[in-house]
Antibody
Framework: EVQLVESGGDLVQPGGSLRLSCAAS????????VSWVRQAPGKGLEWVSLLSSGGRPYYADSVKGRFTISRDSSKNTVYLQMNSLRDEDTAVYYCARGQGASDYWGQGTLVTVSS | DIQMTQSPSSLSASVGDRVTITCQASQDISVYLNWYQQRPGKAPKLLLYEASTLEIGVPSRFSGSGSGTDFAFTIESLQPEDSATYYC?????????FGPGTKVEIK
């Protein structure tokens, strides 16, 4: 059964850092596209980052230079390292599988940036 | 950059009604358009991909059509469990572009 489980969300001060994890089961992250999508409170979905099956990362302009996506194939886990966090990064962060369409999503992890 | 718009932003309909949501792309995206359902407090769920192909396990009352810049999503015979927000989404290098969403409420 395919499953994605996010973790690592927390309350962090502006300027701080956080690393989110997306643990996958039922498929291999090393040969699949995995994305991070976020949703600010009461708002719509916003794509954040994507890691291709070949290992190439892509980022939304809003996070470029601050966030880094990576994976550990031995742990079958995708990470999102978030630095220089801002108030507007407050959101539920979802990881999702798929290149064109995301057929499996995790339950989300809440990141709150506040002093 | 491609922009996605949806209308209406919200609607209220009765059980059994036929509901249609439209999604428009700012440029030709062929059929590379997906539809998701998101219930409150839950992760999005893929309903249709490539404009009109139903994801496995999704009820047949959901359907999609369109190509190029104009797309439609229809729920035939609205059910209570269809109360949710629906998003269209296009994939374009380097990432996903979501529409703003349409909130569907049951009268």
């Amino acid at each position: 059964e395919v499953q994605l489980v996010e973790s690592g969300g927390d309350l962090v001060q502006p300027g701080g850092s956080l690393r989110l994890s997306c643990a996958a089961s039922g498929f291999f992250v090393s040969n699949t596209y995995v994305s991070w999508v976020r949703q600010a409170p009461g708002k719509g979905l916003e794509w954040v980052s994507l890691l291709s099956s070949g290992g190439r990362p892509y980022y939304a302009d809003s996070v470029k230079g601050r966030f880094t996506i990576s994976r550990d194939s031995s742990k079958n886990t995708v990470y999102l390292q978030m630095n220089s966090l801002r108030d507007e990064d407050t959101a539920v962060y979802y990881c999702a599988r798929g290149q064109g369409a995301s057929d499996y999503w995790g339950q989300g992890t809440l990141v709150t940036v506040s002093s | 950059d491609i922009q996605m718009t949806q209308s209406p932003s919200s609607l209220s309909a009765s059980v059994g009604d036929r509901v249609t949501i439209t999604c428009q792309a700012s440029q030709d995206i062929s059929v590379y358009l997906n539809w998701y359902q998101q219930r409150p407090g839950k992760a999005p769920k893929l309903l249709l991909y490539e404009a009109s192909t139903l994801e496995i396990g999704v009820p047949s009352r959901f359907s999609g059509s369109g190509s190029g810049t104009d797309f439609a999503f229809t729920i035939e015979s609205l059910q209570p469990e269809d109360s949710a927000t629906y998003y269209c989404q296009h994939y374009d290098t380097p990432g996903f572009i979501f529409g703003p969403g349409t909130k569907v409420e049951i009268k």
